[in-house]
T-cell receptor, first 114, second 112 residues
């Protein structure tokens, strides 16, 4: 019963490097999300995908791109990493929009940009 | 623009005591009010949630109190245990939408 799986769990990047964070869910959920968690800031939405084939900006999208590869997978790409992107990144999924919809989270990716 | 304000930032409670965490929101379109619990190194997980048509929901030692007119809701943890030590996030979700907006979090420590 995997739920939401994120890779990698830890990553150190140099400023200007690029990388892609991978996320996959096995719950047949329609909607997927990327959040970043910073101390004292809670969880802030970067991008989300309401359904396969659609993506939309969240609260803090600058410096990121996303791809909804299929219903299961939703990746987050940093094209040119900056120290301000040092954070813990969480992928989440929900069955769909609206109503009482519990979000299921992955274990997180701890990213450090030096 | 902070749509959800959570307090306190941190909380220390004696074992057996009551932990109370508060949240206030701005937008009356929200229709789902969950609380998430997060242990170190883990992702958040749903603890308990309430809809705006009820004023209180209880699940075991955890209770949500909801005040629609004041746009506030709170989490009460009765008989707090060291295993409850975690970070708690309140959240709101907008009607028919896809975005869950989280509070800044409260770090709870229950002393044995």
């Amino acid at each position: 019963n995997a739920g939401v799986t994120q890779t990698p769990k830890f990553q150190v990047l140099k400023t200007g490097q690029s990388m892609t964070l991978q996320c996959a869910q096995d719950m047949n959920h329609n909607s997927m999300y990327w959040y970043r968690q910073d101390p004292g800031m809670g969880l802030r939405l970067i991008y989300y995908s309401a359904s396969e084939g659609t993506t939309d900006k969240g609260e803090v999208p600058n410096g990121y791109n996303v791809s909804r590869l299929n219903k299961r997978e939703f990746s987050l790409r940093l094209e040119s990493a900056a120290p301000s992107q040092t954070s813990v990144y969480f992928c989440a999924s929900t069955p769909g929009g609206g109503g009482n919809t519990e979000a299921f989270f992955g274990q997180g990716t701890r990213l450090t940009v030096v | 623009q902070q749509q959800v304000k959570q307090s306190p930032q941190s909380l220390i409670v004696q074992k057996g005591g009551i932990s109370i965490i508060n949240c206030a929101y701005e937008n009356t379109a929200f229709d789902y009010f969950p609380w998430y619990q997060q242990f170190p190194g883990k992702g958040p997980a749903l603890l308990i949630a309430i809809r705006p048509d009820v004023s209180e929901k209880k699940e075991g030692r955890f209770t949500i109190s909801f005040n629609k007119s004041a746009k506030q809701f709170s989490l009460h943890i009765m008989d707090s245990q060291p295993g409850d030590s975690a970070t708690y996030f309140c959240a709101v979700r907008n009607t028919g939408g896809f975005k869950t907006i989280f509070g800044a979090g409260t770090r709870l420590f229950v002393k044995a």
